[in-house]
Nanobody, 126 residues
């Protein structure tokens, strides 16, 4: 089993920045994908960004169009942690942000992510 814990959410003014963290523990493999998703109350959960890696390809990142140029996903292997740096935050970014993990390659199909954190609230004021 893989356990995921998000942190770093909070209140920020429009134009500000936050860095979210997703710390993983438990048994992992050498080929994994970690994604960030967010959910606004009353709407469906949506893909935000993902990072995938293995011993052959290195790191590959993916982003939703709405966050390209503003958000950056990265990982720190020694800490078993994936980060989401969010810059130039907008009120429409307000949501609960979840990290999720799957073995193998990238997909934005949420059902393929078997491990999920509990979420962290991001609120952007105007």
């Amino acid at each position: 089993q893989v356990q995921l814990v998000e942190s770093g959410g909070g209140l920020v003014q429009a134009g500000g920045s936050l860095r979210l963290s997703c710390a993983a523990s438990g048994r992992t493999s050498s080929r994994y994908t970690v994604g960030w998703f967010h959910q606004v109350p009353g709407t469906e959960r949506e893909f935000v960004a993902a990072i995938t890696w293995n011993g052959w390809t290195g790191d590959i990142t993916y982003y939703a169009d709405s966050v390209k140029g503003r958000f950056t996903i990265s990982r720190e292997s020694a800490k078993n942690t994936v980060y989401l740096r969010m810059n130039s935050l907008k009120p429409e970014d307000t949501a609960v942000y979840y990290c999720a993990a799957k073995s193998g390659p990238y997909t934005d199909r949420q059902y393929e992510y078997l491990y999920w954190g509990q979420g962290t609230q991001v609120t952007v004021s105007s």
